[in-house]
């Protein structure tokens, strides 16, 4: 098949180098000369375990191409996916399907023979319609069916699971175009991966209610967390009390500082948005939101704490900026609003991460970036992970203790052991788990 992906961006990028595996010949776009430039060189924009050397060996091969020429490679595609952003329209919440529709525009010109155009961006219930009556429009006499497929890869585990997705939903009524799909995904499908068909509504909106209850699962335990730590019980265990129950099942339940992220905040407020415009209100999501909005500056008042709600003076060290670990993704990043308040509050914020500071010093250029977790607990008064790296896990404590000017860790992801920290002199807060006196 021939593929071209348009947007190569986490998901372009993944999802074309993937089809490229898979033995597809495929030309990814981006209207962004820079990016496109850096993939020609060899190297990748953005920080995605693996993704590098699979890149490097498709390209060897020939069958993966980057330019940000979209005329001549959609000319000659059996297939082409939409991956362009879908952010958050400023003002309202609503996605701004802005870069979806131009996309769509300049593709409606480039087609020539039967060629399928599937949305892969998450896009509101509807949006396939207005993607195919922009096409007819632009380019009337184009032989063309438009189809959802929406993505459903974590960054920082994105191969593994465009490879070992646990299903594929294809969004189509038309047989002509899930005869392409059935043949694109062809190779995942021998490995078992269950492929879903279904009406390209039904698939739009499978996403955003993905989403919606991954966020409603993590907004409740996190809430249960703040349960627990008034009442003296452990949300760990509560987690994995209910967790090893089938029904509920055990992901997504981690206390932590709430969610963040390039998705999951812009896509529940998308999908509020559609629903009270289609009047069936999501009152559970809302509440969702509003809680998870509420949360990010609460994790400022738990750091506060310990001196009494007064941070004027002193110096707070952040390990941990992206959202998760294993992306240098910093969009929507609980640190952000996190460090806002601590600064609002007055202290001074230093702060590492392992790849995020490129990107996080464009957000918060005012605070100091340190070398690694140990020269930025220099001289601190109190250390907050925020994001649970791996090189976070098994931090020297007794270097940490001598660096700090006072020995206080807030854990906002349950790293540590809070035995194993207070034994050792630290006063540690961690989230939705009994605190203890300081050994
Ligand atoms: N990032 C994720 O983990 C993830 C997972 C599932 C779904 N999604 C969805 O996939 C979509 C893309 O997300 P992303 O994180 O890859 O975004 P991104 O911002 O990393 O990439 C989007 C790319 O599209 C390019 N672009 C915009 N308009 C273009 C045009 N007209 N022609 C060519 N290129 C154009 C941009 O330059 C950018 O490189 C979004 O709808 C998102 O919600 C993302």
Redesign the pocket.
């Known amino acids: 098949m021939r593929i071209v992906l ?8 993944v999802s074309g180098t993937c089809f490229a595996d898979f033995g597809h010949h495929v030309t990814c ?4 000369q820079a ?1 496109i430039s850096s993939l020609q060189r060899g190297e990748i924009p ?1 920080f995605e375990p693996d993704l590098e050397r699979l890149v490097q060996s498709n390209v060897s091969a020939g069958r993966l191409v980057f330019t940000t020429e ?1 005329v001549g490679p959609v000319g000659e595609a059996d297939a082409v996916f939409i ?4 952010p958050s329209r400023r003002g309202d919440g609503h996605a701004d399907l802005s ?1 979806v529709y ?2 769509s525009r ?1 593709i409606a010109q480039a087609l020539k023979g039967f060629t399928v155009v599937i949305t ?4 509101p219930v509807g949006t396939c319609d207005e993607v195919e009556r922009l096409i007819k429009q632009v380019n009337p006499s184009a032989d063309v069916v438009v189809a959802s497929n ?6 920082g585990a ?1 191969i593994r699971d465009f490879k070992h997705p646990d299903r594929i939903v294809v969004g189509t009524d038309d047989e002509r175009a899930r005869h392409v799909l059935g043949e694109i995904y062809r190779p995942l499908y021998l490995n078992q991966a269950p492929i879903m068909y279904t009406g390209r509504r039904t698939a739009e909106l499978i ?1 955003y209610a993905a989403n919606a209850f991954l966020v409603t699962k993590i907004t409740f335990i996190n809430e249960m967390a703040d349960l627990a730590e008034k009442v003296g019980a452990n949300v760990q265990e509560i987690a994995r009390g209910i967790g090893m129950d089938n029904r509920i099942g055990s992901k997504f339940l981690h206390a932590g500082p709430g969610f963040g ?3 999951l905040p ?2 529940a407020r998308a999908l509020i948005k559609t629903a009270q415009d289609f009047d069936a209100p999501l009152r559970i999501l809302e509440a969702v939101n509003a809680v998870n909005d509420n949360r990010k500056r609460a994790m400022a008042r738990k750091v506060a704490a310990p001196f009494g709600g007064n941070l004027r003076g002193k110096i707070i060290a952040v390990l941990g900026l992206t959202f998760k670990p294993n992306t240098d ?1 910093m969009r929507e990043a609980p640190s952000i609003p996190l460090i806002t308040a601590l600064s609002d509050m007055g202290a001074t914020v230093r702060a590492f991460d392992p790849v995020g500071m490129e990107l996080a010093r464009l957000e918060m250029p005012n605070i100091e970036y340190c070398a690694g977790p140990y020269e930025c607990a220099v001289g601190a008064d109190a250390l907050v992970i925020v994001t649970e790296w791996e090189q976070f896990r098994a931090l020297d404590l007794d270097r940490l203790k001598r660096e700090m000017a006072c020995p206080i860790v807030v854990d906002l992801r349950n790293v540590y052991n809070p035995e194993e920290l207070t034994s050792r002199g630290f006063l540690y807060r961690s989230i939705g788990r009994p605190s203890m006196p300081v050994a």
């Open positions: 348009v947007g190569t961006g986490y998901v372009g990028l776009v981006d209207n962004d990016k953005i979209l991956a362009v952003g879908t870069y131009s996309a300049e892969k961006s998450t896009v929406p993505e459903f890869l974590r960054e994105a996403k992220g390039s998705c812009k896509d993704d």
